[in-house]
């Protein structure tokens, strides 16, 4: 059987939900969420991520766990607030010494 797969409204209420908000869980989900749309990745590449796969500055991000294992760049230009906010974020968080990019359960 097919999966279902979230339609564009879908994902807006996702993004709606966590778009305003200050908490440090709907800021990392909200740029968690940006970064799978804005990047087509794969689950498994994106829960391996490390903070230093990020370049805000050039506005890409690097993809090391890929099913080929071949790193990818990926663009993540059109996300750049989100993901520096969250990265402001996570600076705070008790955590942040973690080389995981994203923290949290």
């Given at each position: 059987?097919?999966?279902?797969?979230?339609?564009?409204?879908?994902?807006?209420?996702?993004?709606?939900?966590?778009?305003?908000?200050?908490?440090?869980?709907?800021?990392?989900?909200?740029?968690?969420?940006?970064?799978f749309?804005?990047?087509?990745?794969?689950?498994?590449?994106?829960?391996?991520m490390?903070?230093?796969?990020?370049?805000?500055?050039?506005?890409?991000?690097?993809?090391?766990?890929?099913?080929?294992?071949e790193?990818?760049?990926?663009?993540?230009?059109?996300?750049?607030?989100?993901?520096?906010?969250?990265l402001?974020?996570?600076?705070?968080?008790?955590?942040?010494?973690?080389?995981?990019?994203?923290?949290?359960?």
């Amino acid at each position: 059987a097919a999966q279902p797969t979230a339609t564009l409204e879908d994902l807006e209420r996702l993004l709606q939900a966590t778009r305003n908000s200050i908490g440090f869980n709907s800021v990392r989900d909200h740029a968690l969420i940006s970064f799978f749309w804005a990047t087509g990745a794969r689950r498994s590449e994106v829960a391996k991520m490390k903070v230093t796969d990020i370049d805000i500055l050039q506005g890409t991000a690097t993809l090391m766990a890929t099913k080929n294992r071949e790193p990818r760049g990926v663009s993540i230009e059109s996300i750049a607030t989100s993901m520096q906010r969250y990265l402001v974020f996570r600076d705070r968080h008790g955590d942040r010494a973690e080389e995981a990019l994203w923290l949290g359960q």
